[in-house]
C-alpha cells in the first residue's frame, strides 16, 4: 500500500481537507482525514484536451519526459500531422511509441487528411478508414474536423466520417475560426462538440451557447487565453485547456498545463474553477480512464509545494511515481525512424516570378495568431521580373514546394510580418500537408535554405549568405530522434538566429509553419499557390 498526504483537493465542493491517499495496484482506496499534514497540495493530474505531439518534433515517448515534470497525466492528441505524411502507417507509430511511456496517450482519429479538398498531402484517410480506426481502443474521438464547408453542404465523406464517431460513441471535435450565425449553428448541430480556434470572447460565447465546449488554447504560436480566460469563471463546465501546439523550448520554459493555471491564478481565477477545466472536463467530455481523485480511480496525481506558482514537486500516473523534486523517472528509449520525401532540388528560375501587373496580394502575419489577413503591395523589379524583397516595407518571398512529387515547381508569393533583414528561414514542418516552406530576403538565401531542407530530407533550417544551420527531422521531416533537450538547445539556437536576421516574432519557426494550412483564414500559401481561407478558392497573386 502507498499513500500521500496533504492538502487534499475537492473540486466539486471547492475546498481543500487535510487528509491521505491510499492506493495499491494503481487505484485509490482510501482517503482518510487527517488534522496534520504536510503544507503541500495534491490535485488530480493533468490533462491536455488537444495537442499535437508532433510540433514539440518528439515523439510521445520523448514528449511525455517534457510534459510529466509540468503535472501532465494525459493528452488527447490528433496525430494529423504524421497522418498527412505516412497515412495509417503513421497513426499506427504515434500509438505504438506512446505505449513506451506512463504518459496516457488518447488519440482522435485524424479528420481531415489532406486538411481540405484543395490540399496535396502524402495520403489520404478516407471515410472508410476512418470507420476502421475509431473503432480502436486508443481512439477516444474524431478530431478537430477543420472542412467545416464541407459540413455546411452535407458533404456526404464528411459526414460519413461523423457519424462513423456517433456511431461508435464517441465525441467530434471541431475547427472552425471566426465562423458564427447560422452556419455555426448548422455546424455544432452536426455533433461537433468542441472548438479550440477562438480569439475573442463574442466568438466563443456564441459558440457555448451553440452547445460547444471551447479549448482555451496557449501554444507557441497562438496564444487565445488572455482573450478568453474570463470564460474559466463564467462558463466553468463549457471549458478546458489545451496547447495545440508547442516546441520543445516553450514545453522546458514555459511549461504546459501548468503553465495556463498558473496564469488563471495571476489573474485571479479561482483554482478550482482552472481544475474543472484542466482535468475534469476533458475526463468527463472524452471518457477517459484517468483519476479524479476518487475512490476507485485509478491513482493520478500531483503534488504541489506552492500553490501561488502552481509549483509541481510529484506526479503519479497509475500509482507510479514520475517524476519527483526534478528527477524524471521515465527511461530514454531507442527512437524507429521513418520517412516519406521525394522532394528534388530547386534552382533560381524555380523562384522567380514575372512581372504580369502593378501590385501583388501579401500575407500579412500578425504576431502570436494563425489567423492571417491581406494586403496590397507594389514590388520592386529588375530585368521585369519580381526577384527583389523589400526590407524597407517587410515584405518577403515564400516559397512552398511539395514534398511528395518530384520534379514538382514550388509556388511563390510574399509575405508581411517576418522582420527578416537578411538570409532566410524554413521548415518542413508545414500544417498539415507539411510541404516544404521557406521565408527569405534574396532569392540567393531562399535557394539555399530549400536545398538543404531537400538534402537533409526534413528539417528547420537558417541561411544567412554562407552560414548555414540546420535541426534535422529524420521522422516524417516533422520529428526528431533526439531528446527534448538536445532538440530544444538546437531550436533555441535557431530561433536566435533567426532573431539576428531581424525577426522579431515570438516564434518565427511556428508562425512560419502555419503559413501553409489553407483551412484557416484569410490569406495562406500552399503548394500550388494563394489561397482564401474565407471564400475556399485559389486566388491569383496579381492584382
Request: negative net charge; contains cysteine.
Amino acid at each position: 500500500m502507498n499513500l500521500i498526504r496533504g492538502y487534499i483537493v475537492d473540486i466539486a465542493n471547492k475546498c481543500f481537507f487535510p487528509g491521505e491517499i491510499n492506493f495499491a495496484e494503481a487505484i485509490i482506496s482510501i482517503v482518510p482525514t487527517f488534522e496534520s499534514v504536510p503544507d503541500c497540495y495534491i490535485f488530480p493530474g493533468l490533462v491536455d484536451s488537444h495537442v499535437h505531439i508532433e510540433s514539440s518534433m518528439l515523439v510521445p515517448s520523448e514528449f511525455s519526459r517534457l510534459v510529466v515534470p509540468r503535472g501532465t497525466v494525459a493528452v488527447v492528441a490528433d496525430p494529423h500531422e504524421i497522418v498527412n505524411v505516412m497515412g495509417e502507417e503513421g497513426f499506427n507509430y504515434m500509438i505504438e511509441d506512446s505505449l513506451l511511456t506512463p504518459l496516457k496517450c488518447f488519440f482522435g482519429v485524424p479528420s481531415c487528411v489532406p486538411a481540405s479538398d484543395f490540399d496535396r498531402s502524402g495520403f489520404v484517410l478516407d471515410s472508410e478508414a476512418v470507420s476502421r480506426l475509431i473503432a480502436r481502443k486508443e481512439v477516444c474521438c474524431l478530431s478537430e474536423v477543420m472542412n467545416y464547408p464541407g459540413v455546411l453542404v452535407s458533404d456526404p465523406v464528411v459526414m460519413n466520417k461523423i457519424h462513423a464517431a456517433q456511431r461508435n460513441g464517441k465525441p467530434v471535435d471541431g475547427h472552425a475560426p471566426g465562423l458564427v450565425g447560422r452556419d455555426l449553428m448548422k455546424y455544432a448541430q452536426s455533433g461537433i462538440s468542441t472548438d479550440h480556434e477562438c480569439s475573442t470572447i463574442d466568438e466563443a460565447l456564441f459558440k457555448i451557447s451553440c452547445g460547444m465546449k471551447i479549448q482555451i488554447r496557449e501554444g507557441s504560436a497562438a496564444r487565445n487565453f488572455e482573450a478568453l480566460y474570463s470564460l474559466i469563471s463564467s462558463h466553468p463546465s463549457s471549458v478546458m485547456l489545451c496547447t495545440d501546439d508547442s516546441h520543445p523550448d516553450d514545453l522546458i520554459e514555459r511549461g504546459h498545463i501548468d503553465k495556463i493555471i498558473a496564469m488563471g491564478l495571476k489573474k485571479g481565477v479561482s483554482i478550482f474553477d482552472l481544475l474543472q477545466a484542466a482535468v475534469v472536463n476533458p475526463v468527463l467530455h472524452y471518457r477517459l480512464p484517468v483519476g479524479l481523485l476518487r475512490v476507485g480511480d485509478p491513482a493520478d496525481m500531483i503534488v504541489v509545494d506552492r500553490l501561488d506558482e502552481f509549483h509541481i514537486v510529484q506526479t503519479y500516473i497509475n500509482g507510479t511515481l514520475v517524476y519527483d523534486a526534478g528527477n524524471i523517472h521515465l527511461p530514454k528509449l531507442p527512437i524507429a525512424v521513418v520517412n516519406y520525401f521525394e522532394a528534388t532540388f530547386v534552382d533560381c528560375i524555380d523562384v522567380m516570378l514575372p512581372h504580369d501587373k502593378e501590385a501583388v496580394r501579401v500575407i500579412r502575419v500578425t504576431d502570436g495568431e494563425l489567423v492571417t489577413g491581406e494586403m496590397k503591395w507594389i514590388p520592386q523589379l529588375s530585368n521585369n521580373r519580381l526577384v527583389l524583397s523589400s526590407v524597407d516595407d517587410d515584405v518577403l518571398k515564400i516559397v512552398v514546394l511539395n514534398r511528395y512529387l518530384k520534379g514538382q515547381p514550388p509556388a511563390v508569393g510574399f509575405i508581411h510580418g517576418f522582420g527578416l533583414k537578411k538570409g532566410g528561414i524554413g521548415c518542413s514542418v508545414a500544417h498539415d500537408s507539411h510541404h516544404l516552406i521557406v521565408v527569405g530576403v534574396s532569392d540567393d538565401d531562399i535557394l539555399a535554405c530549400m536545398n538543404l531542407l531537400i538534402e537533409s530530407k526534413g528539417g528547420i533550417a537558417v541561411v544567412d549568405g554562407e552560414k548555414r544551420d540546420l535541426l534535422p527531422l529524420p521522422i516524417a521531416g516533422i520529428m526528431s530522434d533526439k531528446s527534448g533537450e538536445a532538440v530544444a538547445t538546437k531550436y533555441r539556437f535557431l530561433q536566435c538566429c533567426a532573431s539576428s536576421l531581424g525577426s522579431t516574432l515570438q516564434s518565427p519557426f511556428m508562425t512560419l509553419s502555419f503559413m501553409s494550412l489553407l483551412v484557416i483564414p484569410e490569406l495562406k500559401m500552399s503548394d500550388r499557390g494563394l489561397f482564401n481561407g474565407n471564400d475556399f478558392q485559389f486566388v491569383d497573386l496579381f492584382l
